[in-house]
């Protein structure tokens, strides 16, 4: 059975830092790409962030692009986003999701999520 | 980018009806959209891809259609699970643009 458990989520100051991680299991974690996905308060879903299976390439939506960094760990089977110079509209829940194929940008499989607030 | 507009954003229905939900895409996405489920307090379930491919697990009566800018998902007889919000999500490769809609809400009547 497939998992993945995020970590991390606080409540931060704007300007402030954050590092989620994710830990997979249940899959060969290196044959898939991987992604960080967001929800608002509300319904709204937004994608964040992919990473391809071996971490050479990585892609971020515009509005997050030089504040965020995914990275991956294939060694701990473990996904991460660094998250820096926070904006109050960066609040939402976070979720890991993995790839339904190296690269199909589709979701197969979700954590739970993790909630970041950015607030004063 | 590409937005996504679905419609209705609420579609009030008796369990054993047929559902409709439509999701519209500014450009042509080509066959490159998928359908989601989602229910309170969860994360989305991948319903259908690639337009009319039924996920891994996905129940038959579950079923989408469309290309370019079009697309639906049916729910052929609703069942009382199937009640929940739905989205829609349109996709490339590289550089990958990722969008989703704003969601189409299937409430009991």
């Known amino acids: 059975e497939v998992q993945l458990v995020e970590s991390g989520g606080v409540v931060v100051q704007p300007g402030g830092s954050l590092r989620l991680s994710c830990v997979a299991s249940?899959?060969?974690?290196?044959?898939?790409?991987m992604h960080w996905v967001r929800q608002r308060p509300g319904t709204d879903l937004e994608w964040v962030s992919l990473?391809?299976?071996?971490?050479?390439?990585?892609h971020y939506r515009d509005s997050v692009k030089g504040r965020f960094t995914i990275s991956r760990d294939n060694s701990k089977n473990s996904l991460y986003l660094q998250m820096d110079s926070l904006r109050t509209e960066d609040t939402a829940l976070y979720y890991c999701?993995?790839?339904?194929?190296?690269?199909?940008?589709?979701?197969?499989?979700w954590g739970q999520g993790t909630l970041v607030t950015v607030s004063s | 980018e590409i937005v996504l507009t679905q419609s209705p954003a609420t579609l009030s229905l008796t369990p054993g009806e047929r559902a409709t939900l439509s999701c519209r895409a500014s450009?042509?996405?080509?066959?490159?959209l998928a359908w989601y489920q989602q229910k309170p307090g969860q994360a989305p379930r991948l319903l259908i891809y690639d337009a009319s491919n039924r996920a891994t697990g996905i129940p038959a009566r579950f079923s989408g259609s469309g290309s370019g800018t079009a697309f639906t998902l049916t729910i052929s007889s609703l069942e009382p699970e199937d009640f929940a919000i739905y989205f829609c999500?349109?996709?490339?490769?590289?550089?990958?643009?990722?969008?989703f809609g704003g969601g189409t809400k299937v409430e009991i009547k």
């Open positions: 450009q042509s996405v080509g066959s490159y």
């Open positions: 999500q349109q996709r490339t490769n590289w550089p990958p643009t990722i969008t």
């Open positions: 999701a993995k790839d339904r194929g190296h690269s199909s940008n589709y979701f197969d499989n």
């Open positions: 990473i391809i299976w071996d971490g050479s390439r990585t």
């Open positions: 249940g899959f060969t974690f290196d044959d898939y790409s």
